[in-house]
């Protein structure tokens, strides 16, 4: 051709000799070859890509499980020891204890111990780290805390003195108080923001049922009262009957002429009777 840009309209012609067949031949083989190395290669670098979800399921079953422990608890020793119980299997802490605040009170309230079985120890609010947490409302961790001259052992420890990473979480109520310190401490593994983040969501749980349980105590102190009361009144109403019933013969009897001894006798019986009602 003159215009070799003209290639569009080359006709070829295949040749039909053996040669040109067996040539033919090779190119297709050639040709599946490199389609099998493409794709080979193709597989190879097409990356394997993780869906994240962004929820770890073990987590939400260990909040889920934990809230579900702390609100069965009908007074406030039961709820301190469920607290610890799904704090220790959220973050995985090998001590974990829950310090009640009273800022009003300026009081710390350690209760220890096991249900029946609970003591109640009452201290200062400016003792200790935990103090110092409830005080700030802010997260104290420390790898150390024993070497801090703030450190109180009878409060600020949550668990064997061997654990030595203590971390102090305030629970802080929508009104701005502090009403409890959580501790949760490990031997030698470092608590992880995400362990911080994960207590974080158990934490608004643990305010609304100490705000709960409180209320519920002193409902269940109330109707004791109450039903002391109505108790009181019922045990009156009943003895007031055969009362009067007494009171009503003894007159009849003291109308009577009955001996000296007899009427000596209804008289005790009259003052019997009043005692009682008075």
């Known amino acids: 051709l003159e215009d070799p840009s003209d290639y569009k309209n080359w006709h070829i012609e295949e040749s039909k000799t053996p040669l040109n067949s067996e040539v033919a031949e090779q190119k297709k083989s050639i040709k599946q070859s490199d389609e099998i190395v493409a794709d080979s290669k193709s597989e190879k670098s097409i990356p394997t890509i993780a869906v994240e979800t962004g929820i770890n399921r073990e987590v939400v079953r260990k909040i889920f499980a934990g809230i579900d422990r702390i609100y069965s608890s009908i007074n406030i020793s039961d709820l301190v020891i469920n607290a610890k119980r799904a704090v220790k299997d959220l973050i995985n802490a090998e001590g974990v204890d829950l310090v009640l605040i009273d800022e009003k009170l300026s009081s710390i309230q350690r209760i220890t111990g096991e249900r029946d079985k609970t003591k109640q120890e009452q201290y200062p609010l400016s003792e200790g780290l935990t103090g110092s947490c409830a005080l700030q409302k802010k997260i104290l961790n420390f790898e ?16 064997s003195a061997r654990l030595k990473r203590i971390v102090y979480f305030p629970v802080v109520s929508d009104n701005g108080e502090t009403i409890a310190v959580i501790q949760f401490a490990r031997e030698n593994k470092k608590f992880t923001e995400e362990d911080i983040s994960n207590l974080a969501m158990m934490s608004k749980q643990i305010e609304t049922a100490i705000e709960r349980t409180k209320l519920l105590e002193v409902l269940i102190k109330e109707e004791k009262q109450n039903s002391g009361n109505r108790l009181r009144e019922l045990i ?9 019933i007494i009171n009503n013969y003894t007159e009849i009897l003291r109308a009577k002429n009955l001996p000296t001894e007899a009427d000596d006798i209804i008289r005790m019986l009259q003052k019997q009777a009043h005692s009682f009602e008075d």
Not at 144 to 159: H, L, M, V, W
Not at 236 to 244: A, M, N, R
Request: no cysteine.
């Open 144 to 159: 150390r805390p024993t070497e801090d001259s703030r450190f109180n052992a009878k409060i600020d420890q949550p668990g």
């Open 236 to 244: 009156t109403d009943e003895i007031k009957v055969p009362l009067t």
